[in-house]
């Protein structure tokens, strides 16, 4: 006789961008190994952990996991044992966390200010995100910055001994150490990662 049996998992959210790993429970992991073998489907149709993914003996792994990955996997699941053979089959519903970010210029009040020729000065950039985590949250290259010209591409700006951009006290900045007139200018801050996009934008006037 065989036994069959149903089980549903209690799923996956993951961030973009992550691995996300599957593993079975519920039977010995000796067992898994000996006796087991899985066919896996997505969204009801066939699906091989080996091509797409990594395929373990109790479970998968899904590399790098964006939005073509979420759905409903489901794994029939034969035992065969000395002392007889089982079924079973697991479903597991995969979904994405859906990020956001809202950016905007701390200190955008007094930077609206005319900065003095010479006098350093500080933009500061904030960034909230939702559902979105970063492997290094306080790298200040979280961020890319850009001086906006008009009718010309952004230009990413890089750091020089006078132009350095960190991360301080919560916020992403852009740091003039002897700013001249030829700053003055509006400069992004942008936020790309894990599908998640958002900028914000200050005008400089420096006399």
Not at 15 to 28: D, H, M, P, S, Y
Not at 110 to 131: H, S
Request: net charge negative.
């Amino acid at each position: 006789a065989v036994v069959s049996t149903q089980s549903t998992g209690e799923g996956y959210a993951s961030f973009a961008g992550k691995n996300v790993n599957v593993k079975l429970i519920g039977e010995l992991n000796a067992n898994l190994k000996k006796y087991a073998s899985i066919v896996w489907t997505k969204d009801n149709e066939a699906w091989d952990p080996a091509t797409e993914g990594k395929e373990r003996f109790n479970g998968f792994t899904i590399m790098d996991f964006q939005a073509e990955n979420a759905g409903l996997y489901v794994g029939k699941i034969f035992i065969e044992k000395p002392d007889g053979d089982y079924k079973c089959e697991v479903v597991i519903p995969i979904t994405l966390k859906e990020g956001s970010c809202t950016i905007d210029i701390d200190n955008r009040d007094r930077l609206a200010a005319t900065k003095p020729a010479g006098k350093p000065f500080i933009i500061m950039c904030r960034v909230k995100l939702t559902n979105v985590r970063l492997d290094e949250p306080n790298n200040p290259n979280n961020v890319d910055w850009y001086r906006v010209v008009p009718g010309e591409a952004d230009q990413k700006i890089e750091e020089t001994e006078v132009l350095k951009i960190n991360k301080k006290g919560g916020t992403y900045r852009l740091w003039f150490g002897n700013p001249t007139v030829e700053d003055s200018g509006t400069y992004k801050c942008e936020f790309n990662e894990q599908n998640v996009r958002a900028s914000t934008e200050v005008s400089i006037l420096v006399a």
